[in-house]
């Protein structure tokens, strides 16, 4: 791993391996972004080309500004960071503080198809997502969970209740609503477009955020930041059937170890968020339900690989990208994509 410095503004790219044929993942803008986090995340993306086969590696870019400052700071990013998205040092997507039009001037030298990432690469991670929990545990008949239900939400929730899967417990910033005898996809993306976070109400009593994890449901789907899962958290999910990340890095090291001694799947963020990465790595002129079948296939052999292994799919992924990196890296990346 190493820390490409910017000249012009207070930014770095964590760019995790060398003679990578392009590298990407995501830039954020904050008061202070640290390096930590920026390299954990540049790992799991490389974890995500690993698994697909692309001999492509992860990076994360942070610009760090007041905010009276942001203006002036991303523009300086933007300026300077040309050059290295030209010849594939860094290819940047849009995350925390960082809007896809900020990127619109270096988008031309991307090689990706970056108007459908920019478009619907959070509806393919949801589909991605859906799919990993499907093909690990089966979604049919089962209850879910899903915590931190945001922007992508909806997605998530239509790709579930599509494979049969029946939502019955949300969370957002303002609170967590349970309903056992499930909540209605098409509704619940109705109320969070007209009430944002504030939609949780219309469903039921709302509980606090984190009791998400104790709504009994048998697949619970988390993201919503890093490490938002731990080895406390863990335990409470002890007799369901899987954790699956909606959002990168959403388990710590010990939740893993708590969850494979349960007997709880908890496939990888670089399997179940590979849909975003599928889609961008194509020919523009697919079609979103070619893409979206492509997705489906390729997600669906992954996992389907790795449901068997006795150390659980989460390592036999691990183990199946760390393989295919020993085919083009002297040396394999220090450490596993997991939150701190």
Known sequence: MRIHKFEST???????????EASSGPV?????????GAKDLARSQTYTYAALEMRRGGA??????????RAEAVEAFINEVGALVADGTYLPDAAKGIGTSDLAIVRKDDPRDTARLDAVAARFDSLSAAITADTTVGLAGRTVAIEGFGDAGPDLASAVAARNGTVIAVSTSAGTVTNSAGIDAAALAEAYAAEGADCVARFGEVGHPMAIFGSGAEITFAGSKT???????AAQLAE??????????????????????ADVAAPGDFISLAGGTIAAWGEATRSND???????????DLCSGHNDHAEGPFLAACYAAESFLSTW????????????
Not at 60 to 69: L, R, T
Not at 240 to 260: I, P, Q, Y
Request: a negative charge; aromatic letters at 4%; zero cysteines.
């Open 227 to 233: 490490g938002i899962v731990d080895h406390t958290v």
């Open 329 to 340: 890296q002297d040396t394999l990346p220090f450490g596993r994509p997991l939150a701190p």
């Open 290 to 300: 070619e893409v979206a079948d492509d997705i489906t296939a390729q997600i669906t």
């Open 60 to 69: 994360s870019a942070g610009i760090s500004a007041e905010v009276d400052a």
């Open 10 to 20: 207070e930014a770095f790219i964590a760019v995790d391996l060398a003679g990578a």
């Open 28 to 36: 954020r803008w904050a008061t202070k972004i640290l390096q930590g």
């Open 240 to 261: 369901s059937a899987a954790l699956v990340a909606s959002g990168r890095l959403a388990m710590t090291a010990k939740a893993l170890a708590v969850l494979r001694a």
